[in-house]
């Protein structure tokens, strides 16, 4: 029974790719699906797309016959850099067993955010990265090195205090872990330094309840935030 259990586990990590695969297929199909349907669309359809677009991307859609132009240029780095961040974090997620939660990728105003567990990077209540950080860290370098965008390390805490002397609130701890991120990113990775910024939001940005235990863990993160033309954060 036991053997047969472990073969099971086996076949399912070896087919867990095809998931990160059937993924982006999908949304690349839905967006080609998406332009093309555009071009057939008359002025009321366009519109009722428009609007949808507008509510679900947060991005301005130019009317058909209008000339192309930087903002659409814009338009179009974000979402395929998005698309493109977003499968190469899944395919990080899937080599490292990270687990769902442990990272992932948003699409905001202001431009790619890629979430991080604190649990990837550090051990807890510390803000010295863990050894195993670092492959995660190399990875996440060879994606944003190549943009040519800012990218804004934030450090979030939860909102029980740091039981580590070495740091009196959330407001340190926080804070040099967006430091110790950035150092590793600019000293080791070579990410240029001038395009880096760390900075620390303590417990007062949550992205979940931190009145449960599954809040506190999705609270306790570091995000990178690349900072993308146009935005408006």
Known sequence: MARRRHEHAEEASAERWLITYADLITLLLVFFVVMYSISKADSAKFQRFSTSVQQAF?????EPGQPLGPQLAEQDVRF????AVRGQIAALVQRYDLGLDAADVELTQEGIVIHLADSVLFPPGEA???PD??????????????M?????VEGHTDNVPPSNPNY??????STMRAVSTVRYLSDVQGVPPE??????YAE???????????????????DLVIVQPGSTG
């Open 58 to 62: 947060r991005v301005e859609v130019m």
């Open 80 to 83: 395929m850099s998005f698309l």
């Open 128 to 130: 010295q990265l863990r």
């Open 133 to 146: 950080a670092y492959r995660v860290l190399a990875d996440i370098a060879a994606i944003i090195g190549p």
């Open 148 to 152: 040519p965008f800012p990218v804004r």
């Open 168 to 173: 009196p609130d959330n407001w340190a701890l």
């Open 195 to 200: 395009r880096l910024a760390a900075v620390g």
């Open 204 to 222: 007062y940005r949550p992205r979940a309840d931190n009145r449960t235990l599954e809040g506190r863990r999705k609270n306790r993160r570091v």
